[in-house]
T-cell receptor, first 113, second 111 residues
Framework: QKEVEQNSGPLSVPEGAIASLNCTYSDRVSQSFFWYRQYSGKSPELIMSIYSNGDKEDGRFTAQLNKASQYVSLLIRDSQPSDSATYLCAVNMLKGNGNQFYFGTGTSLTVIP | DGGITQSPKYLFRKEGQNVTLSCEQNLNHDAMYWYRQDPGQGLRLIYYSQIVNDFQKGDIAEGYSVSREKKESFPLTVTSAQKNPTAFYLC??????????FGPGTRLTVL
């Protein structure tokens, strides 16, 4: 089982709709959770961090964490064509050699004008 | 401006050649990381360093080497032992418990 799993998509939503991206992780002791946006040919950009159960909102983005279900999600409200990108979920886990980040393979999102 | 820089942006390697990718950060972050990304795939960890003069192998360290002589710098050498080095290489840094910040990346192509 992979440490972090995401639905690879592609996910298509119309402009103005809510895009929902999901991620599950395997290690119950994971403490920190992150969402990155990666445009084609570019490096990942950190857009959300969440550390405790519940919701965290930042503008049009909401991250949701459920540690009991080992599930983290990202909601994008009022989706715009500029949101079209690959979204990577990452989890920070404490391993024997220190903190390590594990990434999902990403979900490709297309927002249709 | 604070951030992470990587150079060069594009790099071409001949068979049997060693090449070194540069990564510099002025964010005062203790931890630095090197990842490799292949088309349509996720990020795979090559090496990471939590403090100066110490580094650990990641999942795919074979054929790569690193050094961490300064807090700001974490260069990656792709040796001739790496048989399939063509990929997008990403350097990142972080402080404990927080997310990583990535540099712009280096695209390495084997000729």
């Amino acid at each position: 089982q992979k440490e972090v799993e995401q639905n690879s998509g592609p996910l298509s939503v119309p402009e103005g709709a809510i895009a929902s991206l999901n991620c599950t992780y395997s290690d119950r002791v994971s403490q920190s959770f992150f969402w990155y946006r990666q445009y084609s040919g570019k490096s990942p950009e950190l857009i959300m961090s969440i550390y405790s159960n519940g919701d965290k909102e930042d503008g049009r983005f909401t991250a949701q964490l459920n540690k009991a279900s080992q599930y983290v999600s990202l909601l994008i409200r009022d989706s715009q064509p500029s949101d079209s990108a690959t979204y990577l979920c990452a989890v920070n886990m404490l391993k024997g050699n220190g903190n390590q980040f594990y990434f999902g393979t990403g979900t490709s999102l297309t927002v249709i004008p | 401006d604070g951030g992470i820089t990587q150079s060069p942006k594009y790099l071409f390697r001949k068979e049997g050649q060693n090449v070194t990718l540069s990564c510099e950060q002025n964010l005062n972050h203790d931890a630095m990381y090197w990842y490799r990304q292949d088309p349509g795939q996720g990020l795979r960890l090559i090496y990471y360093s939590q403090i100066v003069n110490d580094f650990q192998k990641g999942d795919i360290a074979e054929g790569y080497s690193v050094s961490r002589e300064k807090k700001e710098s974490f260069p990656l050498t792709v040796t001739s032992a790496q048989k399939n080095p063509t990929a997008f290489y990403l350097c990142a840094s972080s402080i404990r418990g927080a997310g990583q910040f990535f540099g712009p990346g280096t695209r390495l192509t084997v000729l």
